[in-house]
């Protein structure tokens, strides 16, 4: 075996990731089931000479990484679902303060503290819009450790390019089960470092000003530059500003940096998509059933095809539809009550061919779940 592959846990993995992609600090408060990332954390952050802060509840836990991150630092925290809630006014004023910081949410069963040792996908839409405001907001998921590991070292590149928070959407059942992870040797993923003003101490520094590419450089909080830094409407000196042009051009900025890239931002994997006629899309640990479905169908003669998605959001609509274009139908497969499938069938153009598969009782979703809606779709001739 590799000397590099472990045998481990996808919360192990995201540990992993994250370590690999420069974190240096994380605070965080234990919930089930993400929290083996913080313990394992708690003894492989400081080895690494990082800091690591088990702090009183949640809010504080992503406020604490926000002013880590002011001040140069690559930063983590991990939490489920009801945690998460707790997260959602810090998380905006991370969105309109562009600070980059990697959240980590271990889905569980829900609302309130549902279920909390059983697997759910029910947090992709509050991950979109659980925080006030019109915002945009990048959230990624994967349904193996390798894939895991990939995806964590990814959302640290995008914090690092974008100024924002990047939401990790994991689930019970991928953080939990144990399977091999091949860790890349340093230097072959490539690791996207904070990008820092050239603007000399003592000249005039705008924190907010994007350059041509739409990168705003940092300045360390505390170092040689003195800065505001507020959750109200600024402008490019980060100033508090009540006018309509600061506004909207503030507003215009948040969004556009992140859904005008949504194409760029998209992670996903195709199977057997060259002639599908059914087409299969789910993500995270549904994916896992869904792939063995198309596997074991196509060898008995039919046509099925399978999109992965790691990206959720930005939605990547225009892939969606021209992957689904030549399609009779699709399914949706996933653990909550259609979160994805309304972005789907908003994709598409024959929504009334988009159809859902899927569990909501803590149960992880079989190839004989999945199976069973499609006998019912081909029953009715679709």
């Known amino acids: 075996m590799n000397k590099n592959t472990k045998f481990i846990q996808g919360n192990e993995a ?13 605070a965080g408060y234990p919930i089930t089931p993400s929290t ?56 905006s004023y991370a969105v309109m303060t562009e600070i980059p910081c990697v959240i980590v949410d271990v889905q569980r069963g829900g609302p309130s503290t549902g279920i909390p040792t059983h697997g759910s996908q ?20 994967a349904s193996n450790h390798q894939d895991i590991f990939e995806v964590t ?12 928070p990047v939401i990790l959407l994991f689930d019970e059942i991928t953080g939990h089960m144990r399977e091999p992870l091949t860790i890349p040797e340093k230097g072959k993923l490539e690791l996207v470092q904070r990008l820092r003003t050239s603007v000399k101490q003592g000249v005039d520094y705008h924190p907010y000003l994007p350059r041509e590419d739409g990168r705003l450089p940092m300045s ?22 009540s006018e309509p042009k600061a506004a909207y051009e503030l507003l215009r900025h948040l969004v556009d940096k992140i859904e005008n890239r949504a194409n760029k931002i998209a ?34 003669g039919e046509r099925l095809g399978l999109i992965e998605l790691q990206t959720l959001w930005p939605f990547p609509s225009d892939i969606i539809r021209e992957k689904c274009a030549d399609s009779k139908y699709v399914m949706v497969v996933e653990q909550n009550m259609g979160q994805i499938l309304h972005e789907v069938k908003l994709s598409v153009d024959r929504p009334d ?25 081909q029953g009715k001739g679709v």
């Open 14 to 26: 995201c540990v992993e990731g994250a370590l690999y992609a420069g974190l240096d600090f994380f």
């Open 36 to 91: 083996e990332i913080a313990e394992h954390l708690a003894k492989r952050l400081p080895e690494k000479g990082g800091k690591f802060i088990q702090m009183e509840d949640e809010i504080a836990s992503l406020c604490a990484i926000i002013g880590a991150s002011l001040t140069g630092h690559k930063v983590m925290t991990a939490t489920s679902g009801p945690g998460f809630s707790l997260m959602q006014e810090a998380l």
């Open 122 to 141: 029910g947090d992709v839409n509050q991950a979109r819009w659980g925080t006030h405001g019109d915002h945009a907001i990048i959230a990624l998921t």
């Open 153 to 164: 070292v990814n959302a640290f590149n995008l914090a690092e390019t974008y100024r924002t």
């Open 220 to 241: 360390d909080f505390g170092d040689v530059h003195r800065y505001n830094v507020t959750g109200l409407v600024h402008d490019m000196w980060g100033f508090p500003s």
């Open 267 to 300: 992670m996903f994997k195709e199977y057997h998509m060259e002639d599908a006629e059914c087409v299969l899309i789910s993500y995270g640990a549904s994916a896992r059933s869904s792939l063995h479905v198309v596997e074991d169908r196509r060898i008995r």
């Open 353 to 377: 061919r988009v159809f859902l598969a899927n569990r909501i009782d803590g149960v992880f979703i079989t190839p004989l779940d999945i199976m069973n809606i499609l006998r019912l779709i």
